[in-house]
């Protein structure tokens, strides 16, 4: 069993910064690829951030240079600084994860989500 646990959301300002982090636990052989994905109300769930396990980022248009993601490898975390968020930036943001587990398999792991509101 494998799982991951996201934490930070919350309520800020139009400008303001957050940060989330994803803790991954359980069977793991290795991880893969550590992503952020967001879903707002009307809108499919789309990537946000990803991160390889050779550290190479990838980022959607719409939050480059306002957003990093970072992975530490020894903690099995995943983390995304947000920064000049948006009000277009509120959804739920979930975490993802492509891990080897024990037993061998390759599996597509999910969060549980956390909401990020951007409002004045």
């Known amino acids: 069993q494998v799982q991951l646990v996201e934490s930070g959301g919350g309520l800020v300002q139009p400008g303001g910064s957050l940060r989330l982090d994803c803790a991954a636990s359980?069977?793991?052989?290795?991880?893969?690829?550590m992503a952020w994905y967001r879903q707002s109300p009307g809108n499919q769930c789309a990537l946000v951030a990803v991160?390889?396990?050779?550290?190479?980022?990838n980022y959607a248009d719409s939050v480059k240079g306002r957003f990093t993601v970072s992975r530490d490898n020894a903690k099995n975390t995943v983390t995304l600084q947000m920064n000049m968020l948006k009000p277009e930036d509120t959804a739920v943001y979930y975490c993802?994860?492509?891990?080897?587990?024990?037993?061998?398999?390759?599996?597509?792991?999910w969060g549980q989500g956390t909401r990020v509101t951007v409002s004045s």
């Open positions: 993802n994860s492509v891990v080897q587990t024990t037993s061998g398999a390759y599996t597509s792991i």
């Open positions: 991160v390889s396990n050779g550290d190479t980022t």
């Open positions: 359980g069977s793991i052989f290795r991880i893969y690829t």
